[in-house]
């Protein structure tokens, strides 16, 4: 069964760095490409960003509230994808999701997700 | 950016139909995907490419797309359907992914 499992949530301060972790199984990680989302309390799903599979250059892109301030990376060997986070503020506070990102027929689809992780940023 | 507008709630009794939609600028000419997402649990993908379920989706959810909607209709709606759905496109011009507001169904 494929599952995706986030980790690395928690209380930070503003202005600090955080980083998650999403450890994939029962799938080739390296086939895929692996996206964030998140979900701020009371709001809807807003798209963080995702990386490409080494094949398709291992590239990345990022939704406008974020870029400049995190990065996404992967670890085919260890199945896992990380989001790094800088520069935390309030409003960065949500659930972190990472879902497999399929691209087919020129669209791209999360078609697994994990259950996230709390990111909490407060003083 | 592209933008997806749906209802913020949509309210059904048992057994009745509900219908979900997701308004955008000529997104007939898009895919459009579904996602439920219950408290607490991982969202789930339940309506691909405007009409493809997924195989352990029940036969009573399906998916239709033309002009500037999308629609998620769920047929035969049951307390287990209460959850918030969102429809999702990939606007290639800027490589982002993009989300409706979402949508709460409440069983009556």
């Known amino acids: 069964e494929v599952q995706l499992v986030e980790s690395g949530g928690g209380l930070v301060q503003p202005g600090r760095s955080l980083r998650l972790s999403c450890a994939v199984f029962?799938?080739?990680?390296?086939?895929?490409?692996l996206t964030w989302v998140r979900q701020a309390p009371g709001k809807g799903l807003e798209w963080v960003g995702f990386v490409r599979n080494k094949r398709s250059g291992g590239t990345t892109e990022y939704g406008a509230s974020v870029k400049g301030r995190f990065t996404i990376s992967r670890d085919d060997s260890k199945g896992i994808a990380y989001l790094r986070m800088s520069s935390l503020k309030i409003e960065d506070t949500a659930v972190y999701y990472c879902?497999?990102?399929?691209?087919?027929?020129?669209?791209?689809?999360?078609?697994?997700w994990g259950r996230g992780t709390l990111v909490t940023v407060s003083s | 950016s592209y933008v997806l507008t749906q209802p913020p709630s949509v309210s059904v009794a048992p057994g009745k139909t509900a219908r979900i939609t997701c308004e955008g600028n000529n997104v007939g000419s898009l895919s459009v995907h579904w996602y439920q997402h219950q408290p607490g649990q991982a969202p789930v993908l339940v309506m691909s490419f405007d009409s493809d379920r997924p195989s352990e989706i029940p036969e009573r959810i399906s998916g239709s797309n033309s002009g500037n909607t999308a629609t998620l209709t769920i047929s035969g709606v049951e307390a287990g359907d209460e959850a918030d759905y969102y429809c999702q496109v990939w606007d290639r011009s800027s490589d982002q992914v993009v989300f409706g507001g979402g949508t709460k169904l409440t069983v009556l």
């Open positions: 029962e799938f080739t990680f390296a086939d895929y490409a």
């Open positions: 879902a497999r990102f399929r691209q087919l027929s020129g669209t791209f689809l999360l078609d697994y």
